[in-house]
């Protein structure tokens, strides 16, 4: 069964970046679509974007222009650019398959945007 772990979140002011990182425990390949989702405090978890093997991708309203997904099969790792961060991405953030397993959730990255 594969593990997915998060890492690259952290404490950014308004309008500053972060690339979140995601590295899977085995091969990727086989995962046709895979993405980013994130949990707003107080929040169900949301879907931010996906990126398909071919490169695809796909965003959510709220980050499309400010967010970029991309993957590395090679890597076995799965990225995400967020630029002009706003508090509103405040968030935990978790990649999975798409659509999403129970039982492929990690632990999750903390991004909070304040100043």
């Given at each position: 069964?594969?593990?997915?772990?998060?890492?690259g979140?952290?404490?950014?002011?308004?309008?500053?970046?972060?690339?979140?990182?995601?590295?899977?425990?085995?091969?990727?390949?086989?995962?046709?679509?895979m993405?980013?989702?994130?949990?707003?405090?107080?929040?169900?978890?949301?879907?931010v974007?996906?990126?398909?093997?071919?490169?695809?991708?796909?965003?959510?309203?709220?980050?499309k222009?400010?967010?970029?997904?991309?993957r590395?099969?090679?890597?076995?790792?799965?990225?995400?650019q967020?630029?002009?961060l706003?508090?509103?991405?405040?968030?935990?953030?978790?990649?999975?398959s798409v659509?999403?397993?129970?039982?492929?959730?990690?632990?999750?990255?903390?991004?909070?945007v304040?100043?």
């Amino acid at each position: 069964q594969v593990q997915f772990v998060e890492s690259g979140g952290g404490l950014v002011q308004p309008g500053g970046s972060l690339r979140l990182s995601c590295v899977a425990s085995t091969s990727i390949f086989s995962f046709y679509v895979m993405g980013w989702y994130r949990q707003p405090p107080g929040k169900q978890r949301e879907f931010v974007a996906s990126v398909m093997n071919g490169g695809y991708t796909n965003y959510a309203d709220d980050v499309k222009g400010r967010f970029t997904v991309s993957r590395d099969n090679a890597k076995k790792t799965l990225s995400l650019q967020m630029d002009s961060l706003k508090p509103e991405d405040t968030a935990v953030y978790y990649c999975n398959s798409v659509p999403w397993r129970a039982d492929y959730w990690g632990q999750g990255i903390q991004v909070t945007v304040s100043s």
